[in-house]
């Protein structure tokens, strides 16, 4: 199905689902009436909302003076002003007191099946303090930062957690980005340590993971050691004065309490790294009270988490969303958290289903990617188990098409439980449009509506607020406590990047509609930046890979509507003057990138041109571009300012030579 189809159905969709667990009164928002209340008092006064709502979710060493100071012009935000507090306190020793000293914290199911590692709260908070205390005995300090590039073990939420005890900042760095990529986010972040692996497990493979880290380091003056778990036993290469195992490093009087530190509300708890239209990745600042206590609130309205649940995120933890609903949203709120280390085919494509059954997941949280990959797999995958643990399924990532909502609600909901579409971005810190499960009237495809404290709007190209229906650039016009707070050492960015074009508000990037019910209908990203399975990507920084590569001269990337992913990368490349186009450099080129990034920002496609679409003034037509990999023949829209009409019907001809 084409972009502009999808949009269509989407346009077209006008199917609701009312809540079916409408009533369940023990629901943290129980009904609509509650939501609208909710929503009305967050509007009205939105600092009394917030204090409130920290006072209620976390517990402050010191309680915060004022909610909130800002300024978008700036751009300035505070909370909770004077307050102090430590995220790994609020994580995990305060519900040693509370009755939850023995409930499990964190089920791990390793890619083997016999692989299951359960922690207890009790026994979290002794990993987490002795980790700690390496660090700590290592020399590093509160505001030091310290760089992750780790498996999906749980040796990588201890690591966060043991950073955030001693008022560190976590950088981690997907296990799926190359040396190159790690590189440069130590160098930017500047790194005291790393930790790393041996290996990742992935899909019956072992991938080596330290020979990336070695390659990394290579050119990081700042990373003076460098810690590694052992996950697959590999014999590994270790530099002695630099290199020590985990569990080396560990010794059993570590495992003694280990101080939190006194962290302002303010204070950096972690940088993550994400991709935007322009330049290199940016390094996304979160704080430590606003992002917590915005972590927790909606980790509870959104999948309505009780104490009895198991609650499961598919994501990786190098992700955001790994972040607020793997790690700090669920153990703050003292919930039991599965974490999983492989993937969803492997070895079979009733992997998520069976394990699912085997720990009775009640929530479960994942990707419409996986969705749509899992549909081609057929049903009777899903019928091998038993789904009746489920009551809450969310999805997050991109927009989730119709046809793979009613696939969600029908073969994994009983066609009845609630699907909380969730919109949100690594710069939000936690999710933003969703609906809740036992309240809100659902329509497939729509995130539906903002969570209580969010003011968020449509405008258009002027920043007038659009009437109903009108697609527009989605935008929050006052803070929430999640937000970033900044680009690390680059305030010029976070300026330019979010608060320059529409003055006064904050501006996500996104194309979006409302419809007359309010309902939000997200349709993608309006800028440079592609969604491949739910992952962000920069088409600046494939490009910039391709022409570091002698053969090309130079290089366009545009994303290319997929029926599973959502979308696949497609490079225009014009190479060298000497250079002869074949299939070994298209492979090569391929490779090259996997290399300078990382395998996901391999391009699917590579089509070979002499020339590409530009404008007099030499501006590339990146919209002719998507137009012409989508396979779309005709409406270009205004060609006029091409210098060379004639490049488009070249391109077309070139991929359909390709494809
Ligand atoms: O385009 C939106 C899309 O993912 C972008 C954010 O990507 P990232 O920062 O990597 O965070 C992903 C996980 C929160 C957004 O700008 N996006 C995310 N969730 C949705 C979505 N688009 C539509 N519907 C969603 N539910």
């Keep these: 199905m084409s972009d502009e189809m999808k949009i269509q159905t989407m346009m077209h969709e006008q199917r609701v689902f009312e809540p079916s667990t409408n ?65 790994s306190y609020n994580c995990l020793d305060r519900h040693l007191e509370n009755g939850r000293r023995n409930k499990a914290a964190l089920i791990w199911q390793g890619e083997p099946d016999e692989d299951v590692r359960v922690f207890t709260y009790q026994m979290l908070h002794s990993e987490v303090c002795a980790f700690a205390n390496v660090l700590r005995s290592r020399g590093v300090k ?17 690591a966060m957690l043991a950073c955030a005890r001693i008022g560190a900042i976590h950088s ?91 962290m302002d509300a303010e204070d950096p708890l972690f940088i993550l790294y994400t991709s935007g239209s322009t330049g290199k990745p940016k390094g996304v600042v979160h704080t430590t009270g606003g992002y917590l206590t915005y972590a927790a609130s909606t980790t509870q309205q959104v999948f309505d988490l009780k104490d009895n649940d ?46 699912v059954e085997k720990f009775g997941v009640n929530i479960f949280y994942t990707a419409p990617t996986v969705i749509r990959a899992l ?85 258009d190209d002027n920043g007038n607020e659009a009437p109903p229906n009108q697609g527009g650039h989605l935008v929050v016009r006052k803070p929430w406590p999640g937000m970033l707070r900044g680009v690390w050492k680059n305030p010029e960015r976070f300026k330019e990047t979010y608060f320059s074009r529409f003055p006064g508000m904050y501006e996500a990037g996104d194309g979006a509609r409302r419809d007359d019910d309010g309902y939000f209908w997200v349709m993608g990203r309006l800028d440079d930046v592609i969604n491949v399975s739910g992952h962000r990507m920069g088409t600046a920084e494939i490009e910039s890979a391709l022409v570091a590569h002698p053969a090309v001269a130079e290089a366009a990337v545009v994303g290319m509507p997929h029926d599973v992913k959502g979308e696949t990368i497609y490079a225009y490349v014009i190479l060298g003057a000497d250079e002869e186009e074949s299939d070994e450099l298209m492979k090569e080129l391929r490779v090259w990138v996997r290399k300078e990034i990382g395998p996901i920002a391999a391009p699917e496609f590579i089509q070979f041109a002499d020339e590409l679409p530009k404008t007099r003034s030499g501006k590339i037509m990146r919209r002719v571009l998507r137009k012409i990999a989508a396979g779309i023949r005709d409406e270009f829209g205004d060609t006029s300012t091409l210098a060379d009409p004639g490049v488009i019907i070249d391109l077309q001809d070139g991929r359909d030579d390709m494809l």
């Design 23 to 87: 009533g369940s009164k023990d629901a943290h928002v129980p009904d609509m009436d509650a939501y609208e209340a909710l929503y009305k008092q967050s509007m009205d006064d939105p600092e009394s909302f917030w204090m409130q709502r920290t006072q209620e979710l976390l517990d402050w060493k010191t309680s915060p003076e004022t909610a909130l100071e800002w300024d978008f012009s700036i751009p300035e935000i505070k909370w909770f002003q004077g307050g102090t507090l430590n995220a």
């Design 142 to 158: 509160k505001g030091d930062t310290v760089a992750l590039y780790m498996p999906m073990i749980p040796e990588l939420p201890i």
């Design 172 to 262: 981690v760095v997907f296990a799926g980005f190359s040396a190159m990529s790690l590189q440069n986010r130590i160098q930017d972040c500047e790194a005291k340590i790393l930790v790393t692996a041996d290996a990742v497990l992935r899909a019956g493979r072992t991938i080596p993971l330290k020979p990336n880290a070695d390659e990394a380091l290579a050119a990081c003056p700042t990373v003076k050691q460098c810690i590694v778990v052992s996950r697959a036993g590999l014999d590994v290469d270790m530099k002695p004065e630099r290199d020590c195992w985990w569990h080396d490093c560990l010794t059993d009087s570590m495992h003694s309490e280990c101080s939190p530190e006194v």
């Design 310 to 355: 198991v609650y499961w995120c598919t994501a990786d933890c190098g992700w955001i969303t790994g972040h607020s609903y793997i790690v700090y949203g669920p153990l703050c709120l003292g919930g039991t958290s599965l974490m999983f280390e492989g993937v969803p085919s492997w070895p079979a494509p009733d992997r998520f289903w069976q394990i």
């Design 375 to 459: 549909m081609r797999e057929g049903v009777e995958w899903t019928r091998r188990h038993d789904l009746s643990s489920l009551r809450v399924l969310g999805s997050v990532g991109e927009p989730i098409n119709p046809e793979a909502w009613i696939w969600y609600l029908e073969h994994i909901g009983h066609g009845k439980l609630p699907i909380v579409d969730t919109w949100w971005q690594t710069e939000t810190g936690g999710i933003m449009i969703s609906a809740m499960p036992a309240a809100t009237p659902l329509k497939p495809g729509s995130a539906t509506l903002p969570l209580p404290g969010v003011d968020i709007a449509i405008v």
